[in-house]
């Protein structure tokens, strides 16, 4: 294999190996993301427009040549040529597998490169990981509104007991009150009978003492 070949059966490799490697499973989105996002993908992208269609000329050129020599050698001449002498024949089809091996080749690295399959993966990969970050986002955001909903419904339970409390405290007090009031009545109520029946005995003396006295005047008379 010359080196030009060789060359580019290490790119259809390069190529490959990076596709694969953007597809590991065990390399999460968002660290390709903090990759993705290195100051030096910055300073190559202006030559990347440059490299990409070079990268095309060249690949061009080489599958047609490699076309070429497969047309070349699967032609009638070689084959006459090769029926003629047995040795030629070894050597042709020699020519025509390397022929056909470097078409394929070319033809692989072209298709890789022309489908933007790397470009595809990459921007398939800055995606997820943006709709991971999103995603955790309204996670914590949806987190936080659940605390406070829960906080709330807890606060309410709380007002809901201590306002329940103060109630109870209060009829409690209420009816303390009216148990005082009814008994306060009811000592009113005995003082004042208590007041006329002393009044009722000062008068009974009263009357007593006069009786008395009006029963001395008539034994002295």
């Avoid at 968002?30 to 990347?48: D, T």
């Avoid at 040529?81 to 078409?103: C, E, I, S, T």
């Avoid at 997820?128 to 606060?155: F, G, N, P, W, Y």
Wanted: positive net charge.
């Amino acid at each position: 294999m010359t080196l030009q070949w060789t060359a580019v059966a290490l790119f259809l490799y390069a190529e490959i190996a990076v596709n694969l490697i953007l597809c590991i499973p065990f390399i999460s989105a968002k660290r390709w993301r903090l990759v993705f996002s290195w100051r030096i993908w910055n300073w190559l992208a202006p030559y990347w427009n440059k490299c990409f269609l070079t990268m095309i000329m060249v690949l061009i050129v080489l599958f047609l040549d490699a076309v070429r020599e497969v047309h070349k050698y699967s032609g009638p001449e070689p084959m006459q040529d090769a029926k003629v002498n047995p040795n030629v024949y070894d050597h042709v089809h020699m020519k025509l597998f390397r022929a056909q091996r470097n078409l394929y080749i070319s033809g692989f690295s072209l298709f890789l490169w022309l489908s933007v399959i790397m470009r595809r993966v990459v921007t398939l990969l800055n995606q997820v990981a943006i709709t991971l970050e999103d995603s955790a986002c309204l996670q914590v955001q949806m987190d936080r509104t659940v605390k406070a909903a829960q906080q709330h419904q807890e606060d309410n339970i709380r007002l809901k007991q201590s306002t329940s409390a103060k109630n109870q405290q209060l009829k409690l007090e209420a009816e303390q009150l009216r148990g005082q009031l009814k008994a306060a009545e009811s000592q009113a109520e005995v003082e004042a009978m208590r007041r006329q029946a002393k009044g009722l005995a000062q008068e009974y003396d009263r009357l007593l003492s006069e009786h008395h006295q009006l029963q001395v005047d008539a034994a002295a008379l």
